[in-house]
């Protein structure tokens, strides 16, 4: 990601957190680079370190490369011997292409590899991106959508031909969010296309994703910044009350956090905060100039001075748009309040009789002898479809050829992931993918 001397400074200044992937050397870089071809290495979305010599685009992340497509060649050789499918053939050479600069040859490839595979998770996310550079705002979020309903296959078909490959967004000058074609990865920019697209619910799936994935720093930041334009004050606090550990991201979150209390009748909170983290060796320098510009400003109001309203660097660089401030102090809960114990309860709800059939990781739906059965549907067979957990995701999958399983009026033949909101539909019934929340007693 970087040189070596940026890993020196990073390791004597910052304590990074385990979730937080450090730069590597040169030589670990090349390393990494081998691993991932055998499929031994993978990156998650989230904040890395990274020296930013670019101008900031606000929250538009751009296609990036850790290092230049060197193994290429050598990749597409053993491509060439290995019995890929046309839909892969064509992904493969579309992402060969991407490499020269040529975009739109690259997006005509990934098209006609969807023709072939209309299940290829990683063409989606790919056209996705490029529709959203376009600014075909539509396209790009049904283009997300698609790659999110078939997460558990997203990145399996990229990380192979394009191993550095990642969407890369400035947030200092230091410190950068990676995406890359996974869950988080596809969920931010799917709510990113429609913050773009000035959508009023650019928010809702993102919540949807950080309820399945509770405690993503990364996840936690762009939401609370889509809540916070919308003049959805109480709910992006309430979020950013769920940010955990000291660590860099968590640093942006309390960042934000601050100044949003700062904003809305919450000075002495902001200034508590803001203290807090000033004195803290695992902040960067960036973010320590904008507690400082907090506390300036908390401490005018405190006093009832004019402030001069100086904005952070953060969201100049990010382009946050301030909403309308409010005229009445937002009541907002505490973070001990928030840390009360919530008990999830996710299930389907068949919309026909209005039943709630509660999930676990097994549950079978056929015909006979399944967790839930119905005989009377001749388009079910006697053994359907399984929904199982795995890493915080849930999946559906048929269990037989003749299966027929649609999400959201989109066709499977194979395992594929659902979300809160999606609608199920096997043989003639319809189910609502959706959650409660049960207070610990």
């Keep these: 990601m970087s040189d070596g001397d940026i890993l020196k400074a ?23 680079q081998n691993n991932q071809n055998n499929d031994s290495q993978n990156f998650d979305s989230g904040l890395y370190f990274r020296l930013n010599k670019s101008e900031f685009v606000g929250l538009n992340p751009y296609i990036d490369f850790f290092e230049p497509q060197k193994i290429n060649n050598s990749l597409f ?27 739109e040859s690259a997006y005509k490839y990934f098209k006609n590899a969807l023709e072939k595979d209309p299940q290829l998770a990683d063409a989606y996310f790919m056209l996705g991106i490029f529709d959203r550079e376009e600014k075909k705002y539509k396209s790009s979020v049904e283009n997300f ?61 993102l919540e949807q994703i950080c309820d399945l994935l509770p405690g993503n720093n990364t996840l936690i930041f762009i939401l609370s910044i889509i809540l916070y334009e919308a003049g959805k004050i109480e709910k992006a606090i309430k979020i950013l009350n769920n940010t955990k550990s000291d660590s860099p991201d968590s640093a942006l979150n309390f960042v934000m956090l601050a100044k949003i209390l700062s904003e809305n009748g919450h000075a002495n909170e ?14 960067e320098s960036d973010l320590k100039k904008d507690l400082d510009i907090i506390l300036k400003n908390c401490d005018e109001r405190e006093k009832c001075k004019s402030s001069t309203a100086e904005d952070l660097l953060l969201f100049t660089r990010l382009q946050i ?34 039943k709630k059939y509660r999930l676990y990781d097994g549950i079978t739906i056929g015909r006979k ?40 009026d989109f066709q499977i033949s194979k395992k594929a992931s659902i979300n809160l909101g999606d609608i199920i539909k096997i043989g003639t019934s319809e189910f609502e993918f959706k959650q409660t929340k049960k207070r610990a007693k």
Aim: overall charge positive; proline content about 4%; charged content about 25%.
């Design 77 to 103: 050789k053993t491509f060439k011997e290995l019995a890929l499918s046309k839909a892969e053939n064509l992904f493969y050479r579309g992402c060969r292409i991407l490499v020269t600069g040529q975009k």
């Design 10 to 32: 990073i390791k004597n200044t910052v304590n990074v957190a385990s979730s937080l992937i450090l730069p590597k050397s040169k030589e670990e870089d090349k390393q990494q």
């Design 270 to 283: 902001a200034i508590e905060m803001s203290q807090k983290f000033v004195k803290s060796d695992s902040i």
């Design 145 to 205: 959508r698609k790659a999110m309903l078939l997460h558990g296959n997203l990145g399996k078909t990229i990380k192979p031909a394009l191993p550095s490959f990642r969407l890369i967004m400035p947030v200092t000058s230091n410190l950068s969010f990676a995406f890359y074609p996974d869950l988080v990865g596809a969920s931010i920019m799917l709510a990113l296309s429609l913050r773009a697209n000035s959508s009023e619910n650019a928010g809702d799936e």
């Design 321 to 354: 748009n301030t909403p309308v401030p409010t005229k009445t102090k937002i009541k907002i809960k505490t973070i001990q309040e928030n840390e009360e114990e919530v008990k999830i309860i996710q299930f389907l709800h068949y919309l026909a009789e209005n």
């Design 369 to 408: 002898e399944c967790d839930i059965d119905f005989a009377w549907d001749n388009e079910i067979q006697d053994k359907h479809a399984v929904i199982n957990f795995k890493n915080g995701k849930w999946y559906i999958k048929p269990l037989s050829d003749n299966a027929i399983i649609s999400v959201n």
